[in-house]
Nanobody, 126 residues
Framework: HVQLVESGGGSVQARGSLRLSCAAS?????MAWFRQAPGKEREGVAV????????YYADSVKGRFTISQEKHEPTLYLQMNSLKTEDTAMYYC???????????????????????WGQGTQVTVS
């Protein structure tokens, strides 16, 4: 019954910015962003545990993207700056309910171990 709805995608020129949002029907403690480009496998982008006190990013987006989620708030954000053409992909929001921050890590992202997924929002950089 948990629903995740992404928004904010669109077309933007290289070096431009976009902010993606993910509205969740309930609060979940571990949330992440993934993306998938045509002909490529899904890859993790970033993950955050409540309050933004612990975050992890893919090497390809470090320094350019920022994931955020206020503690006990249901909305997840992904601020994307200095966009590159290679950032073009369908972006997906994912979430998991856990009770230990030690479980919300990059390892979890690598396993794509999230119980809930959104429908995706397209980002095109030209």
């Amino acid at each position: 019954h948990v629903q995740l709805v992404e928004s904010g995608g669109g077309s933007v020129q290289a070096r431009g910015s976009l902010r993606l949002s993910c509205a969740a029907s309930v609060y979940l403690s571990c949330m992440a962003w993934f993306r998938q480009a045509p002909g490529k496998e899904r890859e993790g982008v970033a993950v955050v545990y409540t309050g933004g006190t612990r975050t992890y990013y893919a090497d390809s987006v470090k320094g350019r993207f920022t994931i955020s989620q206020e503690k006990h708030e249901p909305t997840l954000y992904l601020q994307m700056n200095s966009l590159k053409t290679e950032d073009t992909a369908m972006y997906y929001c994912a979430a998991s309910r856990i009770d230990d921050l030690g479980l919300c890590t990059w390892s979890k992202v690598e396993r794509a171990d999230f119980g809930y997924w959104g429908q995706g929002t397209q980002v095109t950089v030209s």
